[in-house]
Structure formats: structure tokens, C-alpha cells
């Protein structure tokens, strides 16, 4: 098993994992879902979704991660014959494959915009821009596809140099600063959104749940969401797991992930909301919200231009490492099956990707009336297709198979809980997840039909 990785100790697992869990997925998608979809009715199904879905199944893939010590498609299969099930479990490994790189292909266009805000914000264009010209600024953006593929091609650049060394070289390092001073910036952030914004409205928008106000469709999304924020359902957790130690507590090391993971989140929402408000705009902008508003923010204040680069910097940083795990588990599986060698696979898996962010680049402008599934654009199909359909299938596959087709002993020894909490874990990981997805797919199918 010389081709194999591993996590020094808990600690650099802790942080790799953290690493893909924060992302885009608290500083860009959340906020701006809350705003679409209703604000705080939003808030409170996603917390309960991160709660008793998220959490369970979190534990639930590094569980299977690490006691495979394989990639997701050779762990599936190892582990169905472990428990003398059918082999075509593999496959579910392989979905998780396919919905990393289908991820990938919008994610890297949105960590490029973030790369391109990052040079726009050394210019000191923000300097007392006004709510208007803000939102023109990230127009004129979206509608220059040029541009928008540099960023692209840059921020895969970036994400395939670090795979193609492999994931314990070098990130582990980057994620013991970046993630602390993250979380140092929210809240320079969030002081000057509460002295100068309007936090009371943020607030009542975000926290005052009013249970009538709940769709379908939030909650739809509010699952998604929560399988797409904390990385779960495609294998990027099973892989980082199976490079972890087996003395290592699988319970502890998810609940803080997850609750530094939605911390963030709603920090920055609580953050672009007061300035929403504070400014007259529009809650329901979508995926442009943070680009629009913040600015707004930088620009007026002191040392603004200085912080407006730290703060991109920093979402950028977030993103790569989020980016690196939505490819670790197709490299693996090359790695570890065939002879080819981590860096041709990694060259050939990121020119297939980049190609697909090109088509979504061109999607905000060119090809902005081309539809793929249900009249959806290129990005909102890959959004939604993977958000909504695909994380949350194949964590629901995984907890049937933790749940229904695993050796109970095997499942004891892995996950090494006591008592109590594995029965928590059991009800949770058996019933309460697999019907809330189940559920929710159901309703779906209604929709579609
Ligand atoms: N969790 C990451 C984010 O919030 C995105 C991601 C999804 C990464 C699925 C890996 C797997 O940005």
C-alpha cells in the first residue's frame, strides 16, 4: 500500500476535513439561499438537517472511509464483501466520483469570480462604490466570458497542482492558519455590518422562525444544502477517513467540523444581511449576493481595500481546499487500480473539468438560454443535479448500507461510541436521515411528474 497517504494525527484530519466542509458552500451559497429561499424558515430546517442528517451521516462516512482504508469504488466493494452483500455497492462509490467532478465544474467558475475580486480589490475600485455600481461591477463580470474563464483556468490550475502531489504534501500546513484567520475576518466583518448595517433586520430575517412559512422547497434545498456544506455523500469524506488513524474519535472530530462549518455560515449571513438591509437591497439576488454586497461594505470602510483582499484571499483559500476534496476520491481510485501515475490522471480528470467550466462560464452570457434538465442553465443544472439529487442519494445509500447491510460488530468497533450515543447514532443513521431524504425525494418525484 505504498501509494497510499495518511494524516499525520487527529489534528491535520480534523483541519483537512474541515478544510473541504468550509467553503463556497458558507461564504457564497448560503447566504444567498437563505435570501432565496424565505430567510429564517430556511435557517431552521438547514440547522435541523445539519443536525439529524448531517451529523450522523458524516460520522457515517469517515466511518466507512477508514475502516476500507480505500478509495470510495475499492472501499464499497471491500466492505460488501465484508458483509457478504452484492459487490455492485461499488458503484455508489463511483457516482460519488462522477458528482465530485460535476461539482467541480461550477465550483471552480465561482472560485474564480473570488479570484478575480481579489485583483479588482487591489485596484481600490471599491472605494466609496455606491449599492448600484457594485451590482453593475459583477454584470459586467458575469457577462464577460473571457474573463471569466481566465479565473477558471487559474483556480484549476490551482486545485490540480496540489492533487497531483497529493493531498498530505503541503495542505495540511496551509489549513492550521487559513482556517483560524478565516473565522478572524468574519468577525472584523460582522463588527463593521453591526456598527454601520442594520443587524436587528438581519436578524429577524435570518432568526425569527416562523414555522408557516416553511415550502417544499426549502426544504428541498435546505437538504441539499446541508449535504453540499458539510462535503457529504460523494466520498470526499470517505477518502479524507480512509487516510485516518484508527485511534481517532469519528463522533468528536464530526461535531466540531460541523459546527464550526454552520458557525461560518451563518456569521457571513448574518454579516451580508445587515448590509442588505442597512442599503435597500434585495435579499433574493442569488448567487451574486456576496460579490454585490460586500464590496459595498469594503468601500466605505477604513483600511477597507486592504481588508476586502484578505477577506478574497481567504474565500479563495477556503475554496481550493474545498475544490482539492471534490477530486482526491476520482484520484485515488485511478491511483490505487491502474498504473497510470497521480499526475497524468490528475492532468486528464482536470482538462475534462475545465471544460465543463467553460460551458458554465459561458452560461452567464453566451449561452445563457441553453437548458439541460427541466429548463434549467448549464450552472443551475449541475447546481441542482448534484445539490439535491445526487449528495443526498448517495448518503442516503450509505447509511443504508452502514445501517442495513454492515456486521453490527464491525460497525462497533469502527465507530468505538458508548452506549448512549450509539443508539443515538443508530436511530438517526437508520430511520430518522434515510426518511428525511427519503421523504423529500418522494415530494420531488411529485414535482417532476
Ligand atoms: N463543502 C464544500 C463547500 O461548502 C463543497 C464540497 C461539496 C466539497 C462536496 C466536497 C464535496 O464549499
Not at 499525520?8 to 461564504?27: D, E, V
Not at 455497492?89 to 460535476?102: D, F, I, Q, R, S
Not at 487500480?337 to 497524468?344: A, E, L, P, S, W
Request: with cysteine.
Amino acid at each position: 500500500m505504498q501509494h497510499r497517504g495518511a494524516w499525520k494525527n487527529r489534528w491535520t484530519f480534523m483541519l483537512a476535513t474541515a478544510g473541504s466542509a468550509i467553503g463556497l458552500g458558507n461564504i457564497w451559497k448560503l447566504p444567498y439561499m437563505i435570501g432565496v429561499n424565505g430567510g429564517s424558515a430556511f435557517v431552521l430546517v438547514f440547522i435541523a438537517c445539519i443536525f439529524f442528517v448531517g451529523i450522523p451521516l458524516m460520522m457515517t462516512e469517515i466511518m466507512l472511509g477508514r475502516r476500507a482504508q480505500k478509495n470510495p469504488f475499492n472501499a464499497m466493494q471491500q466492505l460488501a464483501l465484508e458483509a457478504n452483500a452484492s459487490t455492485y455497492w461499488k458503484y455508489l462509490g463511483a457516482a460519488g466520483m462522477l458528482a465530485g467532478v460535476l461539482i467541480l465544474g461550477f465550483y471552480s467558475v465561482i472560485g474564480g469570480w473570488v479570484l478575480s475580486y481579489i485583483a479588482v480589490s487591489t485596484q481600490g475600485t471599491f472605494h466609496n462604490i455606491s449599492a448600484t455600481q457594485s451590482a453593475q461591477n459583477f454584470e459586467v463580470l458575469l457577462n464577460s466570458p473571457i474573463t471569466l474563464i481566465f479565473w477558471h483556468s487559474l483556480f484549476m490550475v490551482m486545485t490540480m497542482s496540489v492533487v497531483a502531489r497529493g493531498v498530505s504534501a503541503g495542505l495540511e500546513k496551509a489549513n492550521n492558519i487559513l482556517i483560524p484567520a478565516l473565522f478572524a475576518i468574519l468577525l472584523i466583518l460582522l463588527g463593521y455590518s453591526m456598527s454601520v448595517g442594520d443587524m436587528h433586520a438581519a436578524y429577524q430575517f435570518m432568526f425569527t422562525f416562523d414555522f408557516t412559512k416553511i415550502t417544499p422547497v426549502a426544504v428541498l434545498s435546505a437538504l441539499g444544502h446541508a449535504f453540499f456544506s458539510l462535503s457529504l455523500g460523494m466520498g470526499a469524506v470517505m477518502v479524507y477517513g480512509s487516510y485516518l488513524q484508527r485511534n481517532v474519535s469519528i463522533a468528536k472530530t464530526t461535531i466540531y467540523i460541523a459546527i464550526a462549518d454552520t458557525m461560518l455560515g451563518l456569521l457571513v449571513g448574518l454579516a451580508i444581511y445587515s448590509l442588505v438591509f442597512a442599503n435597500h437591497l434585495a435579499p433574493n439576488a442569488g448567487p451574486g449576493l456576496i460579490f454585490q454586497t460586500l464590496p459595498i461594505a469594503f468601500g466605505h470602510m477604513p483600511g477597507g481595500s486592504f481588508i476586502a483582499v484578505l477577506f478574497f484571499t481567504l474565500v479563495a483559500f477556503a475554496a481550493w481546499t474545498s475544490a482539492i476534496s471534490l477530486v482526491e476520491p476520482t484520484i485515488a481510485w485511478v491511483v490505487e487500480n491502474t498504473q497510470v501515475k497521480r499526475t497524468h490522471a490528475t492532468l486528464v480528470l482536470g482538462i475534462a473539468i475545465w471544460l465543463l467550466g467553460i460551458a458554465v462560464s459561458l452560461s452567464f452570457s453566451t449561452w445563457k438560454t441553453v437548458t439541460i434538465i427541466f429548463g434549467l442553465g448549464i450552472f443551475d443544472t449541475l447546481d441542482k443535479l448534484t445539490s439535491t439529487i445526487m449528495l443526498p442519494l448517495g448518503g442516503l445509500m450509505m447509511a443504508i448500507f452502514a445501517g442495513y447491510v454492515m456486521k453490527k460488530n464491525h460497525l462497533q468497533d469502527e465507530l468505538n461510541l458508548k452506549r448512549k450515543a450509539y443508539q443515538i447514532w443508530t436511530v438517526t443513521n437508520n430511520y430518522v436521515a434515510p426518511i428525511a431524504i427519503f421523504a423529500v425525494f418522494i415530494y420531488l418525484l411529485g414535482l417532476v411528474s
